[in-house]
């Protein structure tokens, strides 16, 4: 089982990235998929969750109407579109799957996650 993170780099305030999380040894279908972001000193936090069988998505306020979650099950690969990028987005963005289906509570906390991805630096700067 693995999940590849990737999309980072680095891109002026106001613009736009597109992250990748591509999955191997499991369908991402049957996992609740959520994306993280770490940035420097700071504890890791949940960014946005895309909830088991596609059956809803959830976000954090902090990126709400900017960030979006969708998957392609083609691909079995799960995006972040990330609109109106600001310095304060600057992070570490990790991709993470849970076999559970979460409640709400649940999917912000790290460890109800059963694999992780390694991460792709996001920078936003002028």
């Known amino acids: 089982v693995q999940l590849q993170a990737s999309g980072g780099g680095l891109v002026l305030p106001g613009g736009s990235l597109r992250l990748s999380c591509a999955a191997s040894?499991?369908?991402?279908?049957?996992?609740?998929i959520g994306w993280f972001r770490q940035a420097p000193g700071k504890e890791r936090e949940g960014v946005s969750f895309?909830?088991?069988?596609?059956?809803?998505?959830v976000n954090a306020d902090s990126v709400k109407g900017r960030f979006a979650i969708s998957r392609d099950l083609a691909k079995n690969t799960v995006y972040l579109q990330m609109n109106n990028l600001q310095p304060g987005d600057t992070a570490v963005y990790f991709c993470?799957?849970?076999?559970?289906?979460?409640?709400?509570?649940?999917?912000?906390?790290?460890?109800?996650?059963?694999?992780w991805g390694q991460g792709t630096l996001v920078t936003v700067s002028s």
């Open positions: 993470a799957a849970a076999q559970g289906r979460l409640i709400t509570s649940r999917l912000w906390a790290i460890d109800s996650y059963d694999y």
């Open positions: 895309l909830r088991k069988y596609n059956s809803g998505t």
């Open positions: 040894g499991f369908t991402v279908d049957n996992y609740t």
